[in-house]
């Protein structure tokens, strides 16, 4: 009997966390990034101000919580779309990861602005928690992306780079878990970073519309141009 009261109780918890979260992205939605309001969530559920502190102290503790939720959803579905493709295919993983962003972005356009895009006013990041570690995995997810298309795509990338043209922290990690790479495919990485998210930024942000009636072309387009630059199938099959 105890233990099912103590399910109940936890599942009615989840439910209830899941709400708060789900109406902060709705305020997000409706009024940008400061009409996250822990008493603004309270109100709308019926809440008093302190029940819902139960489960979120501060304001920044439910960001926190949703940025870490969201770019680890955002990196699991990334990782998967690439693992599906074969690993001799870095043309195919590059194409597979760009146009997994792309959908998740537009199924979570608040999301993607919470994690890429919308500052909330006075909120300070931890320095560590699920959030970093999805944008460790991003990161690394990206670099061995790269990595895969480097003896062909290093035979084009120019510019002369240095470990010290790089954040420190984000040097070493590279040169841990890629040994051999050099520092001009960091550089690559963050290009083809730019470019996979550039297009997906104008569109959440609006910016296309009126302009196209097509992005899913247009970005489809930008990614085989991409594809094609670093010397690999723009079909992704090379």
């Not at 320095?127 to 670099?143: D, F, M, Q, V, Y």
């Not at 040097?171 to 997906?200: C, D, E, K, N």
Request: with cysteine; proline share 5%; hydrophobic share 45%.
């Amino acid at each position: 009997m105890g233990d099912q009261t103590t399910s109940r109780r936890d599942r009615l918890r989840m439910q209830t966390t899941a709400e708060i979260k789900a109406i902060a992205l709705k305020l997000m939605a409706e009024g940008g990034p400061d009409a996250i309001s822990l008493r603004a969530i309270a109100r709308e559920m019926g809440m008093t101000a302190g029940a819902i502190y139960s489960y979120f102290p501060t304001r920044d503790d439910l960001v926190t919580t949703l940025i870490g939720d969201l770019y680890t959803a955002l990196v699991d579905e990334a990782e998967a779309a690439r693992d599906a493709v074969p690993a001799e295919d870095a043309g195919g993983r590059i194409l597979a990861w760009a146009q997994t962003v792309r959908e998740w972005a537009l199924a979570n356009p608040e999301g993607f602005r919470l994690i890429y895009g919308d500052a909330v006013a006075g909120y300070q990041a931890p320095e560590e928690g699920p959030a970093k570690e999805a944008e460790h995995r991003a990161c690394t997810g990206l670099t061995g992306l790269v990595a895969a298309a480097w003896p062909v795509a290093g035979q084009r990338a120019g510019g002369d780079y240095a470990w010290s043209d790089f954040d420190a922290g984000l040097a070493g990690t590279i040169q841990s878990l890629f040994p051999g790479l050099p520092p001009a495919a960091v550089a690559l990485t963050l290009r083809v970073w730019g470019r996979m998210h550039g297009l997906v930024a104008l569109e959440i942000y609006g910016h296309l519309r009126g302009l196209t009636h097509d992005a899913d072309e247009l970005y489809r387009d930008e990614m085989s141009d991409l594809i094609a630059s670093l010397g690999l199938s723009p079909a992704g099959r090379g």
